[in-house]
Every structure is written in structure tokens, then in C-alpha cells.
């Protein structure tokens, strides 16, 4: 069965940085495109960043650019978000989620990033 497990959300200053890590099982990661997504209370689910099968393609959402970075690790079924300079605005619940068109998607149980002084 597929599995996402996201890891290294926490808590954190303004300014601060964290790195949060989405490790794949149970399907051909290197097939999927990878995203993270976040959600905040009361807010809907947004893109944040997104990056193709072999990396070598990257979006980003306008409000984290230039700020979060998007990679992965094929050999390691891995996908990771950089993300520094935070504000109180970035927090949020993050999900990791594997797509393959047209069919499948997959997402992680999630991992909560709260900015604050």
C-alpha cells in the first residue's frame, strides 16, 4: 500500500528555517510527480510548491518564492521543501502528495509548521 510520511515540521521563530522531508513507499516514485501543500485553520488547502518526476521542472506558489525550495531524491524515494525566511503567515498543516496522471493521487497524513515569536 502507498505510504507519505512527512516529517520536520515543528515550531519556529520569524525568519527562521525548517526542512521538511516526504518519504515514499509502495509505488514507483520516480514515476510521480511531487507536490506539497499546505492548509491553514479556516483556510482552504493551497499549492505551495510542486516539482516534476525527474526534478527537473519546479513551481512554485507566488507567496513562497524566492523563499522555499522544492527538490527530491529518486534513489531515496524522497521529496523535500526548504523552506527559509518563514513567516507567521507560512503556518499551516503541510501534505506531501504524489500525483500520476490521469488516476492517481496519493497524500500524507500531514505535518504542522507554526511560526511564531
Known amino acids: 500500500q502507498v505510504q507519505l510520511v512527512e516529517s520536520g515540521g515543528g515550531l519556529v521563530q520569524p525568519g527562521g528555517s525548517l526542512r521538511l522531508s516526504c518519504a515514499a513507499s509502495?509505488?514507483?516514485?520516480?514515476?510521480?510527480?511531487m507536490s506539497w501543500y499546505r492548509q491553514a485553520p479556516g483556510k482552504e488547502r493551497e499549492l505551495v510548491a510542486a516539482?516534476?518526476?525527474?526534478?527537473?521542472?519546479?513551481n512554485y506558489a507566488t507567496s513562497v518564492e524566492g523563499r522555499f525550495t522544492i527538490s527530491r531524491d529518486n534513489a531515496k524515494n524522497t521529496v523535500y521543501l526548504q523552506m527559509n525566511s518563514l513567516k507567521f503567515e507560512d503556518t499551516a498543516v503541510y501534505y506531501c502528495?504524489?500525483?500520476?496522471?490521469?488516476?492517481?493521487?496519493?497524500w500524507g497524513q500531514g505535518t504542522q509548521v507554526t511560526v511564531s515569536s
Open positions: 516539482i516534476s518526476s525527474a526534478g527537473s521542472v519546479t
Open positions: 502528495n504524489a500525483r500520476l496522471d490521469p488516476i492517481y493521487r496519493y
Open positions: 509502495g509505488l514507483a516514485f520516480r514515476v510521480y510527480a
